[in-house]
């Protein structure tokens, strides 16, 4: 019980756990007492040390995908494109869609299994949020690598 209300653990699938946000909701998730698998690139250099287990693949590939969305009550989606490296203007390593993709995957499988339920985080800037972004902010939403980002997300929601 926690704060009076009765508490219990689930089974979390995370996407994108290996990217920057997505490492906190591993860690978060696991803490919370959750069991928690992440998906991971072959090519992924982090660890889980939070994750009960870990689905190895490119979650655009179905089968990833459905293996890993087996027996889990929630998923939990920080996907985000995947970058040469940590300067948002980087050459762009995943499909520009990835995010849109990936939540019509996710859409459809839980549409016909009833579950789970299915949460993602956008990015303020995306979608009608970009008309409240201040203009430094939209200018750079609007250019190279990272207006794709968003433009990605704006698609998907």
Known sequence: MIGGLVYCAMNVLVLGASGRTGRWVTRIAAERGHRVRAVARENSACKFESADETVVGEVLQSDVLSRALVGQ????????????GLNPWSRLLSPPDVVTRVTSMLAKRCAESGGPRVL?????GAGPSLDSASLPIRAMIRAGNVGVAYRDLDVAE
């Open 73 to 84: 009550d929630v998923v939990i989606s920080a996907l985000g494109l995947n970058r040469a």
């Open 120 to 124: 993602w985080m956008s990015a303020g």
